[in-house]
């Protein structure tokens, strides 16, 4: 035989398989996986206002979920305190079948419920409405060509399809309510943090007036009575606290909590952008437990749960990283003057506000505004370098008096000297920073030249 007399033969034969198969699939009854109606045809499978809906148990291989109406909107999961759930779950789940429709109806009547998984449902739906009427679905088997779940309706005894996803919804375990975020916190609604550990107490708090010449808007209340530094408490208190999620308890976990157990105390008032108004002001508390690894337990409302340590490490922090350094800082719209002793000498800046301007008089003469409150940006300007630790205390290094709009306004930092490189800052009587004398050496050198040369204004 020939080569071409073989793939002629070869040829004939693949036309002939692809004939038999054509013909074989055509005859195969595709009836009962894909009476696929239009799209103006919906079949509604079932209907009902969740208003209605006293409760929904879904059977599964997950286990039972009963989900219970409570009231406005409000749904129970197997009799669980609201406060375990999430209750916007358990709504949807609600939801899923209260609006039950299908663009495939399958077969009215069917002699044979194995062929669909009806005989032994994946899913059983009971809904029972306030009325008393009990309604129940079965949900069997996923079609292979539709992908979607077979579903027939009790004493409709008709087979439709429905979409797999709420299939899904229906079959989710228990542990599934139970994951949410327990905690959420909007950060511009706090107005106080307290963290209480065995070593100190930190307490910060947002300052009651605010204006465009404020400097710091949140302020030491333990264990300093000072400004705080907010910078550092918006990048690394209140960014991390708006990170925490405490989504899943950890059941039977020890968590190493004990009486020394760092306590954080947030206090919230929150504020209603639509009303304009205040809402009741209320604390949320987390006890901080044992690090593993890069977790750290933490407690909230007798439940444990795991959060990453870094977000938590605020914490544990040194008040001294959260005070302001700035500690010679008084707000130049509060002062009228300010004095500045050193070496024997004493030099006083009288300022006059008028609205946002101000002039300045230097020892009775008149001098530069701009050159002044760069000046006064320096006094302000002395930044502390440590906590003050008892040290013996001797001569005053210089001294800063401010004299208020208001005598409450009225402050004065003194600098005494602590040995060849420190003094310690007494601000209002009360000793509790270190500042390098390095610094205060340069800022006396500045200040003489200013004095010496303040380019002064005659009248």
């Known amino acids: 035989m020939s080569k071409t007399t ?260 947030i206090t919230v008032k929150p504020y209603d952008n639509s009303t304009g108004k205040y809402g009741e002001e209320y604390t949320e508390t987390l006890t901080i437990g044992r690090t593993e690894g890069d977790m750290t337990y933490v407690k909230y409302k007798e439940q444990v749960f795991k959060v990453s340590s870094d977000i938590i490490s605020f914490a544990n922090d040194s008040s001294y990283n959260i005070v302001s350094k700035l500690q010679a800082l008084v707000d130049i719209s509060e002062v009228k003057s300010v004095t500045v002793e050193y070496n024997g000498a004493e030099h006083t800046i009288d300022i006059t506000h008028n609205d946002s301007d101000m002039t300045f008089v230097l020892d009775g003469q008149k001098v530069d505004t701009k050159i002044t409150q760069a000046i006064y940006k320096s006094i302000v300007g002395l930044a502390v370098d440590g906590v003050y630790k008892d040290e013996t205390l001797g001569d005053t290094v210089m001294k800063i008096k401010y004299k208020g709009i208001k005598s409450s306004s009225d402050t004065e930092i003194e600098f005494k000297s602590i040995d060849d490189l420190y003094c310690a800052l007494i601000r209002n009587g009360k000793t509790e920073f270190t500042i390098k004398k390095s610094k205060l050496n340069e800022f006396m050198d500045l200040f003489n030249t200013y004095v010496e040369n303040p380019e002064k204004q005659g009248d």
Do not use: H
């Not at 036309?15 to 595709?30: A, F, R, W």
């Open 6 to 265: 073989k793939s002629i033969i070869i040829a004939a034969s693949v036309i002939i398989v692809l004939i038999v198969g054509t013909i074989v699939i055509s005859n195969i009854d595709t009836s009962k996986d894909t009476n696929v109606a239009t799209t103006d045809d919906l079949y509604s499978i079932y209907s009902a206002d969740t208003t209605d809906i006293l409760s929904v148990k879904s059977e599964s291989e997950n286990g039972t979920i009963t989900v219970k109406s409570i009231g406005d909107s409000e749904w129970s999961v197997n009799d669980m305190d609201a406060s375990e759930i999430d209750s916007s779950k358990a709504g949807a789940l609600v939801g899923t079948i209260s609006t039950l429709s299908s663009k495939n109806k399958i077969e009215e009547n069917p002699a044979d419920l194995s062929q669909y998984g009806l005989d032994n449902p994946q899913v059983t739906v009971t809904v029972e409405k306030k009325n008393g009427q009990i309604d129940k679905m079965i949900i069997g088997d996923l079609s292979p060509t539709l992908g979607e779940y077979f579903v027939m309706k009790d004493g409709d005894n008709t087979v439709y399809t429905m979409y797999d996803f709420k299939v899904d919804t229906l079959k989710k375990p228990i542990s599934y309510y139970k994951e949410f975020n327990r905690f959420s916190i909007n950060i511009d609604d706090i107005n106080d943090i307290k963290i209480v550990r065995s070593d100190e107490t930190i307490e910060i708090r947002i300052l009651s007036n605010i204006n465009n010449n404020t400097n710091n808007v949140w302020e030491m209340v333990q264990p300093y009575q000072s400004g705080a530094n907010d910078d550092y408490i918006d990048n690394k208190i209140l960014a991390p606290i708006e990170e925490i999620s405490l989504t899943t308890p950890i059941e039977n976990a020890d968590g190493g909590f004990s009486e020394k157990s760092p306590v954080l105390m």
